[in-house]
């Protein structure tokens, strides 16, 4: 009977042993399964941690590049927009240029403009622009005497070419007008009308020298008038 409650209480003891040994293992395993899961955790937060690090590294990239992009482009808009009004300004100054010698050949291929005045008998012995200028000294008041001077005047200036330019000083026409722009006085054909040359050679004679003699007097003194 003794022997039955010893062996009963043996068991009981192993039982309780077995079931204070499950216990432990099923907490053991369930405080694994705790650790487990908030490594898990732990490592899923880090890992979104860097991803997040990377994507704003990423974005920051992104930005920089389309500012350097930005830049560019507007550098490149720049350039382009100064070489447009470089290429304007060469076009202008070159329509202006070939405006301009298109006038000078146009008023070139014009030819003088033909004289439609009296010609004095006194005055016939001459031809072209001298036998205007003969013409015009009468009608400005010198006398027939006075036209010898004024030849070899103007002879000496232009050779009576109603064209003649002196390219280093800008002088122009038979009186070699300096500009020849002061002329437009005397008609706004100055520039093709040989008796518009002589009318305003011949006012600037009067009133600088009194008459052609005296303007050829000065030119053989000191090489002008």
């Given amino acids: 009977m003794n022997r039955l409650r010893t062996t009963g209480a043996r068991v009981a003891s192993v ?77 202008a100054k070159a329509v202006a240029v070939a405006k301009a010698e298109a006038k000078r050949k146009a008023e070139e291929a014009a030819g003088p403009v033909p004289f439609d005045g009296p010609i004095p008998s006194s005055c016939n012995e001459f031809s072209g ?53 002061k002329m437009a006085s005397a008609g706004a054909d100055w520039k093709t009308n040989p008796a518009t040359q002589i009318k305003w050679g011949l006012g600037y004679i009067k009133g600088r020298y009194k008459t052609p003699c005296g303007a050829w007097n000065n030119f053989q003194q000191n090489g002008n008038y």
């Fill in 129 to 181: 622009s001298r036998k205007i200028g003969c013409a015009l000294t009468l009608t400005a008041g010198f006398g027939i005497a006075e036209f010898p001077c004024l030849n070899e005047l103007w002879d000496h200036e232009s050779g009576w070419n109603y064209k003649a330019e002196n390219r280093s000083s800008g002088a122009y026409g038979i009186p070699q007008s300096l500009p020849g722009s």
């Fill in 15 to 91: 039982a309780l042993l077995l079931a204070g040994l499950v216990g432990g293992v099923q907490v053991a395993r369930h405080q694994d399964a705790k650790l487990v899961a908030a490594e898990s955790a732990a490592a899923t937060e880090q890992l979104l941690a860097q991803r997040e690090t990377q994507h704003a590294a990423a974005r920051a990239a992104r930005a920089e590049a389309e500012a350097d992009a930005a830049v560019k482009a507007q550098g490149v808009a720049k350039t382009a927009a100064t070489g447009a009004r470089a290429l304007d300004k060469a076009q």
